[in-house]
Nanobody
């Protein structure tokens, strides 16, 4: 069983920085994917950044490309989202997710964290 716990959310001013963490417990024996999603009330959940553990270059939504960086610490089994120069439009509940790599693609999400709120003020 895999468990995901996000942390690092909070309030930040535009132009600052914030780093989200997602601590994962449980061992996976195949190549798998991890990702950050975000959602605001009344809008569809958005895939922010995705990484295939053990291969592939990360995926970033156009809206965050160049500002956010996704990374993974294998020893700690922890996923990070470094948010540089956040904007008010980045305000959302951020969720960590993981799932198997299917045909070396990442689109199946089986486990989710509880979410951490990020609020960016101007």
């Amino acid at each position: 069983q895999v468990q995901l716990v996000e942390s690092g959310g909070g309030s930040v001013q535009a132009g600052g920085s914030l780093r989200l963490s997602c601590a994962a417990s449980g061992v996976l024996y195949r190549r798998y994917c991890m990702a950050w999603f975000r959602q605001v009330p009344g809008k569809e959940r958005e895939e922010v950044a995705t990484i295939l553990i053990g291969g592939s270059t990360p995926y970033y939504a156009d809206s965050v490309k160049g500002r956010f960086t996704i990374s993974h610490n294998n020893a700690k089994n922890t996923l990070y989202l470094q948010m540089n120069s956040p904007e008010p439009e980045d305000t959302a509940m951020y969720y960590c997710a993981t799932g198997p790599s299917v045909r070396q693609l990442c689109y199946t999400w089986e486990y989710w964290g509880q979410g951490t709120q990020v609020t960016v003020s101007s």
